[in-house]
T-cell receptor
Framework: AQSVTQLDSQVPVFEEAPVELRCNYS??????LFWYVQYPNQGLQLLLK??????LVESINGFEAEFNKSQTSFHLRKPSVHISDTAEYFC???????????FGSGTRLQVQP | SAVISQKPSRDICQRGTSLTIQCQVD?????MFWYRQQPGQSLTLIAT?????????ESGFVIDKFPISRPNLTFSTLTVSNMSPEDSSIYLC???????????FGDGTRLSIL
């Protein structure tokens, strides 16, 4: 079984400031890691994923996350946030076989002007 | 990625009734799942919908309350039975196209029980 911990329930940040959303996981087997974003009153969208290969993965809108196996972390970062990045961000993990996702509790990113 | 259509998008139901949610995918997928997102909370897996056989339920979820069908590789239904206010949630369908692909979600069904 896996578990995911997102320590920060809310992260307020000013526009154009950098941000890091923390995610730690535990698992006894090999895992895939994901960040999903949920904008207000919308569905869940995949932001980025780590399946294999390079431990640093990037999204098309400037977010990146690094898989750190020794620290069992997959923190999400963006060097400069926009108002439009305001959303709920969920870190998730699955094992490489069954693929069912275990989600963290979510982090609400609030970008202020 | 696959296009996922989930119906209805929202509904308001009476206590004690049942509602069936449909999930239609525009291409064959290997895996289909159903999740629940209770108000202000994260997502919890209800079950894995298995094509042609009984769904695999997670701890805390049972077939009598959440019967699931998956007759083929592109369609699944979730029924929420004998509803109570505690069942008010967003129910989401998700799919995995093949083993090298991430999971993608439908827009969800926002269910309110009075």
């Amino acid at each position: 079984a896996q578990s995911v911990t997102q320590l920060d329930s809310q992260v307020p940040v000013f526009e154009e400031a950098p941000v890091e959303l923390r995610c730690n996981y535990s698992s006894s087997v090999s895992v895939y890691l994901f960040w999903y974003v949920q904008y207000p009153n919308q569905g869940l969208q995949l932001l980025l994923k780590y399946l294999s290969g390079s431990t640093l993965v990037e999204s098309i809108n400037g977010f990146e996350a690094e898989f750190n196996k020794s620290q069992t972390s997959f923190h999400l970062r963006k060097p400069s946030v926009h108002i439009s990045d305001t959303a709920e961000y969920f870190c998730a993990v699955s094992d490489t076989g069954r693929r069912a996702l275990t989600f963290g509790s979510g982090t609400r990113l609030q970008v202020q002007p | 990625s696959a296009v996922i259509s989930q119906k209805p998008s929202r509904d308001i139901c009476q206590r004690g009734t049942s509602l069936t949610i449909q999930c239609q995918v525009d291409s064959q997928v290997t895996m289909m799942f159903w999740y629940r997102q209770q108000p202000g909370q994260s997502l919890t897996l209800i079950a894995t919908a298995n094509q042609g056989s009984e769904a695999t339920y997670e701890s805390g979820f049972v077939i009598d309350k959440f019967p699931i069908s998956r007759p083929n590789l592109t369609f699944s239904t979730l029924t929420v039975s004998n509803m109570s206010p505690e069942d008010s949630s967003i129910y989401l369908c998700s799919v995995v196209g093949d083993s090298n692909q991430p999971q993608h979600f439908g827009d969800g069904t926002r269910l309110s029980i009075l």
